[in-house]
């Protein structure tokens, strides 16, 4: 089998580039080890940027989006009962988020693949890139006992920060830095109708604790949990009731409980990977950077990297600009070094790390500096929409 572009991973990155591609004319095929049903069962972002918005439009893919999607136009912090707005559009002159799943969005890019009738592989065993560095690159994989090759011109490593891409990329030829926090997030998803229109970022004494939501009647929890938490540990009740000690008075009396539709504890992590190329193949999105969820970035930074291989893509084939190419990590890293950054920041100012300790004495003065003026807050409002993607000439 023969395409232009092998995309590794039908994540939003994946997905998201293979539609955009698409509509330049440019062929792909995704693969992925496990099943549509198995990635839609994964609950994971669900705060989207304006340019992710766009590209989703570009991508065709946007209309449920437009429809369900809720427009935000402030955040509330609390900190220890008191609440701060962060006016995201008066203060960015104008910029706002949309509140929708990254469940929703795989689901709507999925369904756009498929009736586009756009090839792909699904329960695809050991994929493997090969001769990345040289003109004629090829993946390997195995589906229902046979071995499949496709000769391509390009590979996009879409395969999240477990995949098999980077780690097929000889160790001397790239750089990782990597920060674990001690601590992870518990998330809770239930039919409940949310507590608060606006997501309620909240520091208290017994640690960080987010209010978001899919929908007008769909809630999404999370608590901060230490590392070593286990998840049988934590019945329903005693997240609602841990939920309840962590946010204000008033959104404590409000909160609705009932049961969760899911469950999940997922570790924080900043991590980078230099350069996000190998010869002719890319690294997109988790493949090459984590960062912790507290700035709403990693799904974002995913898509900023989409955008960025998706445009250089469309010179190459349509004016030859195989110049281009050598600027995809270079230009990618500009904006993931500002989320990982921004991500790193909120999660030390928002969370605990070793009570009463002088770090945590400074982090609290620090969130306090941010949150007195508008013009400290615009700091933070400016990071949290997203900053512009950079234009590829
Ligand atoms: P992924 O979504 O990870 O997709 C990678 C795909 O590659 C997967 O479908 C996988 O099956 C496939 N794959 C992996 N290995 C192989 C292989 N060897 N062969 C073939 N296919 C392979 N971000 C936020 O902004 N807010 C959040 O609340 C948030 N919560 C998160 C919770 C968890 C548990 C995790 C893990 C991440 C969370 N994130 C969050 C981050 C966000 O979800 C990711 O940044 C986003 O999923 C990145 O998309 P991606 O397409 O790059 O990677
Ligand atoms: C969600 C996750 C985040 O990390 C965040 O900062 C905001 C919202 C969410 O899953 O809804």
């Keep these: 089998m023969k395409t232009q572009v092998v995309i590794i991973g039908s994540g ?11 509509r330049q ?29 766009r590209l989703m439009r570009e991508a065709g893919a946007a209309a449920r989006m437009t429809a369900e999607g809720e427009v935000h136009d402030a955040v509330e912090i609390a900190v220890h009962g008191v609440y701060h707005k962060i006016d995201l559009a008066a203060l960015t002159g104008g910029a706002t988020v949309t509140v929708y799943g990254q469940t929703e969005i795989t689901q709507d890019l999925m369904q756009a ?7 792909g592989f699904y329960g695809a065993e050991n994929v493997r890139p090969h001769d990345m560095t040289t003109d004629h690159p090829y993946v390997t994989f195995e589906k229902d006992g046979v071995t499949h090759r496709i000769d391509c011109d390009y590979i996009a490593g879409c395969d999240g920060f477990h995949g098999v891409c980077r780690p097929s990329i000889p160790k001397h030829k790239i750089r990782e830095y990597e920060r674990v926090y001690p601590f992870g997030w518990l998330g809770l998803l239930a ?13 208290s004494d017994r640690g960080f604790a987010l209010c978001s939501k899919r929908s007008a009647r769909r809630s999404r929890y999370y608590l901060q949990v230490p590392l070593a938490e286990k998840l049988e540990d934590w019945s329903d009740d005693r997240f609602w009731e841990e939920l309840k000690r962590r946010l204000p008075a008033d959104a404590a009396a409000r909160l609705v409980t ?11 992590r900043s991590f980078v990977a230099e350069p996000l190329q190998y010869g002719r193949m890319f690294l997109v999105g988790d493949a090459g950077h984590i960062v912790p969820p507290t700035g709403a970035k990693g799904l974002n930074l995913a898509a900023s990297d989409v955008n960025t ?22 230009i990618c890293l500009r904006r993931v070094w500002n989320g990982v950054r921004f991500s790193w920041w909120m999660t030390d100012m928002l969370h605990h790390f070793e009570r009463d300790s002088m770090e945590d004495k400074i982090r609290d003065s620090e969130l306090d500096f941010f949150l007195a003026t508008p013009d400290r807050r615009r700091i933070l409002a400016e990071q949290y929409v997203g900053l512009p993607y950079e234009e590829i000439e």
């Excluded at 693949?113 to 090839?119: E, F, N, S, Y």
């Excluded at 998706?310 to 995809?328: F, M």
């Design 12 to 22: 939003p990155a994946g997905l998201l580039l293979g539609q955009l591609l698409h």
């Design 113 to 119: 693949r498929a009736a586009a009738g756009l090839p």
């Design 258 to 268: 009932g049961p969760s539709l899911e469950k999940s504890i997922a570790p924080l």
């Design 25 to 53: 004319g440019i062929d792909s095929v995704i693969l992925d080890r496990v099943t549509p049903d198995y990635i839609l069962g994964r609950i994971r972002a669900g705060v989207i940027e304006n340019g992710f918005a």
């Design 309 to 330: 291989l998706y445009r250089i893509l469309t010179k190459v084939y349509g004016q030859g600009r195989t110049d281009l190419l050598a600027r995809y990590s270079e």
């Design 191 to 203: 039919d409940t109708p949310p507590v608060n229109y606006e997501l309620i970022y909240a520091k």
